[in-house]
């Protein structure tokens, strides 16, 4: 089995910043991609920042410039710094880690979430 866990998520004031990580660990053989999503009240749950084994990194538009996912690959485990945080940042934060298991079979696994409140 592979197991994520992310960590901190809490209330912070407009314009702080947060920054979250998530861990996997498990039977991994090859670790290839690590996102965060996000998921508010009444909204579809959306893909935030996205970085693969390779360095490849995405973000959804409204975070760019403030947001940045980082990896270390020696722990399986990928950060997202978020600075200026806004109201409309508030959601549960999700991670997600897809790969390769040890015993050749590919895996997608998902955090519990941690909720991340911006509010003055």
């Known amino acids: 089995q592979v197991q994520v866990v992310e960590s901190g998520g809490g209330l912070v004031q407009p314009g702080g910043s947060l920054r979250l990580s998530c861990a996997a660990s498990?039977?991994?053989?090859?670790?290839?991609?690590m996102g965060w999503y996000r998921q508010a009240p009444g909204k579809q749950r959306e893909l935030v920042a996205s970085?693969?084994?390779?360095?490849?990194?995405n973000y959804v538009d409204s975070v760019k410039g403030r947001f940045t996912i980082s990896r270390d690959n020696a722990k399986n485990t990928v950060y997202l710094q978020m600075n200026s945080l806004k109201p409309e940042d508030t959601a549960v934060y999700y991670c997600?880690?897809?790969?390769?298991?040890?015993?050749?079979?590919?895996?997608?696994?998902w955090g519990q979430g941690t909720q991340v409140t911006v509010s003055s």
């Open positions: 997600n880690a897809g790969g390769t298991t040890y015993w050749g079979r590919p895996f997608g696994s």
């Open positions: 498990g039977s991994i053989f090859r670790l290839n991609a």
């Open positions: 970085i693969t084994s390779g360095g490849s990194i």
